[in-house]
């Protein structure tokens, strides 16, 4: 076991779910932001189909958090936030080089969510939460995946356009 699993095996389950809550918060906020902020409709599509997938893990989140702690407020140390999230926000400048910007911490999140729901799957004490955790680590795979693939294209567009000049 590594540092980070047992990081996270410490965490009680409350605070877990409210670390997750955090993660799908911020990410359906940076992906509606960049839906509204791309020129392209291939990837506004992208960017609010993912605000849309994570604002129903947000949903689902949170109803457990109620369900289970019913009133609780539980407040994130820095440290808990960047367990799943990186950076505090997107690059507020246009352009390319923003977009990428935007798209390489986006993906750095994805990886980061994914290996916290990966690592809560295997040592969550509350067996009812696996499903929740196991498919929340396959969405942040696929979601990384898809962004890689974003960054992949942008990259060779960059290349044919530079090879053209």
């Known amino acids: 076991m590594d540092d980070f699993d047992a990081r996270i095996q410490l965490l009680s389950v409350g605070r877990a779910l409210a670390i997750l809550r955090h993660a799908e918060s911020v990410a359906a906020d940076r ?3 960049l839906c509204e902020r791309t020129d392209g409709p291939t990837l506004r599509t992208t960017f609010q189909e993912l605000a849309d997938l994570k604002e129903g893990n947000l949903q689902r989140v949170e ?12 407040v994130l140390t820095a440290e808990e936030r960047e367990l799943v999230t990186v950076g505090t926000l ?17 993906h750095q999140s994805e990886l980061r969510t994914g290996r916290f729901c990966a690592s809560l799957r295997e040592h969550t004490p509350d ?10 680590a396959d969405e942040c795979a696929d979601h990384a995946g898809t962004l890689a693939g974003l960054l992949d294209r942008a990259r060779t567009a960059v290349s044919a356009t530079a090879d053209d000049s």
């Open 63 to 74: 109803k457990c958090l109620h369900d289970r702690y019913p009133g609780s407020d539980f």
């Open 127 to 136: 067996p009812s939460l696996k499903p929740l955790f196991n498919t929340m």
């Open 31 to 33: 992906y509606r932001s």
């Open 90 to 106: 997107l690059p507020e400048r246009s352009g390319p080089d923003a977009l990428d910007e935007a798209i390489r911490i986006l």
